[in-house]
């Protein structure tokens, strides 16, 4: 893995408050990396703004100065000693313009705020950040209002049997990545997976009438134990105690959402993939289908060859 040497910031101008940068600053500190805040206008944001204007019933149109939003948000960070720039520009789409300017920055980490539902008490995804995380080709760190504890609970969600045609080494870039992160934020560092029993899979992929009533306890005992076996050997390099490793049997939205309330996780890291024939990501159900239910931080890592892939 490579390291990372600069956080991009994506900050949202009608927010108030921005968990992404302070979070993004914690990693810089502790990475020794440059911060680059930036902010894209849109014309759907001018648009938003002209009308709360016009609701208003102000005389004159509020003036926002992005610029300075950001550099008022800099400011404390160099007194802290960190490397920060600020960039503002105006495109559409939105997720292009952000894409273009992690390759412009050269950016090894992007991070950028979701929103809180109230009502729902879930976080929603906006189109933006699906756009990100199918197009983003670097680790994308989608951050919620809650703060980070002193020792936060990294976790690594993988898949050692590689379902879905999933790349060998993108677990070990899941692992490298969360416990490098555990440790340089003193935090600890848990591997987590849940299954559907290879059976209950197999027969249905065969159109065959089981249940979960068919699986027997010995079949059961005999798949956990390999599973079990599996997750060791990948987490044996990382020097990650059995103790920190979670096997669940059930689907992965219920499970793994499940894991992270119960570990009260902080951030929770699992891989997409990106399949070029079909000028599509997908990250399945682990992911696509957990971002918005997750009760932590979702940290989306790409295989090594996804830039490649995504050109095809």
Not at 123 to 143: G, K, N
Not at 169 to 198: C, F, K, W
């Amino acid at each position: 893995m490579n390291p990372i040497r600069s956080v991009l910031v994506i900050v949202d101008p009608t927010a108030q408050q921005h968990p992404a940068v302070a979070k993004a600053a914690l990693l810089a500190q502790k990475f020794q990396a440059r911060l680059d805040l930036f902010i894209c206008d849109t014309k759907a944001a001018r648009d938003l703004r002209h009308a709360a204007y016009v609701k208003s019933g102000t005389s004159s149109p509020p003036i926002v100065d992005m610029k300075e939003l950001l550099e008022n948000l800099a400011q404390p960070l160099r007194a802290r000693g960190l490397d920060v720039t600020t960039e503002t520009t105006r495109a559409d789409p939105l997720h292009i313009a952000l894409v273009e300017r992690v390759k412009h920055t050269c950016a090894e980490l992007v991070v950028k705020d979701t929103h809180h539902h109230t009502l729902a008490q879930r976080t929603i995804l906006t189109h933006t950040d699906w756009e990100l995380i199918r197009s983003c080709s670097v680790p994308l760190l989608l951050t919620k209002p809650r703060p980070w504890a002193s020792s936060p609970c990294i976790c690594a969600a993988v898949d050692p049997g590689h379902a879905d045609d999933k790349p060998a080494m993108l677990d070990h870039y899941i692992l490298e990545l969360s416990t490098e992160l555990a440790a340089r934020l003193n935090g600890n560092s848990q591997v987590v997976h849940a299954y559907i029993p290879a059976a209950l899979i197999a027969a249905t992929a065969a159109g065959v009438s089981f249940s979960m009533a068919d699986v027997t306890p010995e079949m059961l005992a005999v798949e956990r134990e390999r599973k079990m076996k599996e997750l060791l050997a990948l987490a044996s390099d990382y020097r990650i105690p059995a103790s920190n490793i979670h096997l669940q049997l059930g689907g992965a939205v219920e499970q793994l959402c499940r894991l992270a309330e119960q570990l009260d996780a902080d951030v929770m890291t699992m891989g997409a993939i990106s399949r070029g024939a079909l000028k599509r990501i997908l990250i399945g159900s682990t992911a696509e289908n957990i971002l918005e239910r997750l009760p932590c931080d979702a940290l989306i890592v790409k295989s090594p060859n996804f830039a490649e892939l995504l050109a095809m």
